[in-house]
């Protein structure tokens, strides 16, 4: 594979960009300039400190580094998304066990199948890929889930007072969140070439890699996402749905906001 | 919300009289355990009803909330749906029969019914599962007079199940129940 160099007085340059943006921001009065500066400053920063440390574990070669690496990203996305995903009690439990789970099964598989070598120069950037569309899927999943559950309280109940399950009488909820969890990884993969180029295939045509390297290489990603975000989102929503219920097979209190 | 309530419940048909707002609609949750009470004990025949599985306890003590909730499906499909759910095979037309809905109701898309046609659909629903006792929650309050009387029928004409009435109305607890008990602020009334 070719390498490419950038130095910094070209990252430099393209500051130029996020000038014109803080003027549109400035003649428009839409008070965006802070937030651009403190975008500016934080992917300044948190890029630099994560190229520091991906340096070091390439030259270590440890994979210990890597899955250390990867747990620490695990735990930024478990808050993240749990974070979105207020609405479901108890939600961090299961986006924890959705991502491990999404990261292990699909690096584990990507290697068993031989896609990938297990160096740390593959395990990185896609274990981070793929951390990053999970946490994304479980927590529009679980959102997608709360506003079931509130806006099927009657129906629930319904269900459980014929003796339904918290399982059964949430199935068809479950089902849906499961889908919207999905969806938008389904259409981005069906759109892809057509409106945008995604970013692997950029950096590589960019790199000066040859387009079909390019292309073979990205479609290989965006398959292991898809399969890596369907396995979050079932974790998320078959598990995140006990948060709404009791042991008991009733709805927690604080929902029910019926007559009386 | 409800207090220092002691309450016994025989055969026949109870009614909980009351204004809205005095507890009756949580007293019912807590009968076929949707909710459990912060101190105090539910029993259903002398059986703490924490110590039943709350499954069973919920086909035993049918409930037909105060708003009709069908399950999506046909009718036939919701009367199925309870027993089906212990994979049990009824045959929904006795049930459909006694809450006064005729076998040409069977295919029909439930969430197309009318609210009346719905509100005898979560009656027979509550009643294919062949209950010892039934819950109603206010079951004519959504209903104009004409489906209320009918309603009211088929509930005058329930045999050998004990029944729970709330309602806020005194003349339909008058019609159909045996004893009326009245609650005020969650507690007992008079």
Redesign the interface.
Known sequence: MSSLSVSTGEVAASLVLVALAIAVSLWRRAELEQDLGLAVLRSFLQLTAIGYVIQAIFDSDSLWLVAGLLAVMVGVGTFTAGRRARAVPGAPGPILLALSLAAAVTLGLVIALGVFEPEPRYLVPVGGMVIGNAMTASAVALNRLADEVHGSI??I?????????AR?AAR?LVTRSLRSGMIPLIDQTKTTGLVTFPGTMVGMLVAGAEPTDAVRLQLILLWVLLGAVALAALVAVSLGYRGFFTP????R?RL?S??? | ?LRGLDLEIGEGTTAILGP???????LLRLL?????PDEGVVRLRGTDV?ELD???L??RV??V???P?P??GTVADNVR??PG??GLEVDPLPALALAGLDGSFLDRDASRLSVGEQQRL?LA??LG?DPEVLLLD?PTAALDERAKEGVEETLAGLAGISVVLVTHERAQAERLAQRIVELDEGRLAG
């Open positions: 009657r129906q109940e319904a269900m459980l007072a014929l003796g339904a399950s059964q068809g008991a097979h009733q709805l209190e029910y019926g007559p009386e | 919300m809205s707002g005095c507890g009756k609609s949580t076929n355990r949707l909710a459990d924490r709350p499954l069973a919920r086909r049918g409930l909330p105060q708003l909730a399950v999506p749906y309870g759910l212990v979560m629903r509550a599962l206010e």
